[in-house]
């Protein structure tokens, strides 16, 4: 009987270590990086989520390929004993384990806390050799994020600079418009086209909040890409979630639709909406009253922003300030941000999400009244004529 329970034992695991073998077919992307505390430390979250990108193929039952976003690939050897799994590329090695879901490898463990990066599956790619662009394909054009209005990715377009337009790292540049929900904006960021098989990835990077979005394009249909990509939470302490988008490319306004913009955007609009912010710790005045925003838009590309109202000290008493910006504008191909160069020479983006005759509103970021804070707010401005 022993014997039996014997024989029937190694047959199992033996079956166990194949399953195990299987379930790591495909290609694994990873979602995020989880470091929690052991201990309590001041200041300190029980645990923080955030992003990270890595590409595992296991492409035998024991080898497997490691590549990082942009990066060229490199070769290691896998071994497994039961859910643990060990990844060794030349001299370094790297451990983990595997659910039926994820994969979790510890990259740091200390006395204070433990850093892992978890990993998932990615779709399979319908992706024909032939559908695969040409990197010439971005250049100079705009593609517009289609998803569900509770994600990240809503409202965002992709305005892709061209071909020779590389910055100071010489990166390739991306506008990144995002002109729905709560914030929008304006931002400059690089982008990255990277190819693993049948799959493409677009990585694009936003420098102002210093993060970057990696999407998996796994299939095209109707000249419209569909990706899958991971979002984080505001808070940073929930796990990331996936979400499915489409990516389509927005056609270029005509002559007659610039103009059409043009024509409603001259004129003098004023805020409704008390835009300008006041910086209640760092500011020796008590309050902030009055205030006005005007925006006027000239027909030969000119325009005047002003700003003005009255602080209020301890003593009650009045102080009026009045901050005037001038220099010259111009309407994107898409019409769905103004670009302004100020006569001291910075260039800002002026984020339309909202356009009629008589009722403009823009996302922009505002900056204090008194001339030596550096407190900028960034909010929806509704504008009227």
């Given at each position: ?20 073998g299987q379930n790591l077919d495909g290609i694994w992307l990873s979602s995020h990086f989880l470091e929690t505390t052991k201990r309590n430390i001041p200041y300190k979250s029980d645990s923080i989520f955030t992003k990270a990108y890595l590409l595992l193929d296991f492409i035998d039952k024991e080898n497997v ?321």
């Amino acid at each position: 009987m022993r014997k039996k329970l014997h024989i029937l034992t190694i047959i199992f695991l033996i079956l166990a270590s194949k399953l195990i073998g299987q379930n790591l077919d495909g290609i694994w992307l990873s979602s995020h990086f989880l470091e929690t505390t052991k201990r309590n430390i001041p200041y300190k979250s029980d645990s923080i989520f955030t992003k990270a990108y890595l590409l595992l193929d296991f492409i035998d039952k024991e080898n497997v390929i490691i590549k990082g976003l942009g990066k060229d690939k490199e070769f290691g050897k896998f071994s497994i004993t039961n859910n643990n799994i060990r990844i060794k590329v030349g001299n370094d090695s790297i451990e983990g384990i595997f659910t039926e879901k994820d994969l979790i490898f510890t990259l740091m463990d200390t006395l204070n806390s433990i850093k892992q990066i978890y990993l998932r599956r990615i779709k399979n790619s319908k992706l024909r050799k032939n559908e695969i662009p040409d990197r010439s394909r971005f250049f100079n054009s705009s593609w517009k994020i289609e998803s569900a209005s509770k994600s990240k990715n809503y409202g965002i377009n992709f305005n892709f600079a061209h071909k020779d337009s590389l910055d100071y790292l010489e990166k390739n540049i991306v506008l990144i418009t995002k002109n729905k929900g709560l914030y929008g904006y304006t931002e400059i960021g690089n982008y990255t086209l990277d190819f693993y098989k049948n799959h493409l990835f677009l990585g694009v990077s936003n420098r102002d909040k210093l993060k970057e979005n990696v999407y998996h394009i796994y299939k095209l249909e109707n000249e419209i890409f569909y990706a899958e990509t991971y979002e984080d939470s505001y808070s940073f302490t929930k796990p990331l979630i996936i979400n499915n988008i489409k990516i389509k490319k927005l056609e270029y306004l005509t002559i007659n639709q610039q103009k059409d913009i043009k024509s409603k955007l001259n004129g003098k609009w004023k805020a409704i909406n008390n835009p300008i912010p006041f910086d209640t710790i760092g500011s020796q005045y008590e309050k902030f009253e009055n205030q006005s925003f005007e925006l006027t838009f000239q027909k030969k590309g000119k325009f005047k922003l002003m700003k003005k109202g009255i602080f209020i000290n301890e003593n009650l008493k009045e102080v009026s300030k009045t901050v005037i910006t001038k220099g010259k504008w111009e309407i994107s191909k898409t019409g769905n941000y103004i670009k302004i160069k100020t006569n001291n020479g910075w260039e800002k983006y002026i984020t339309i999400e909202k356009l009629s005759n008589n009722r403009l509103n823009i996302f922009y970021d505002v900056k204090a009244l008194e001339e030596k804070s550096h407190f900028y707010y960034r909010t929806l401005i509704e504008l009227i004529k």
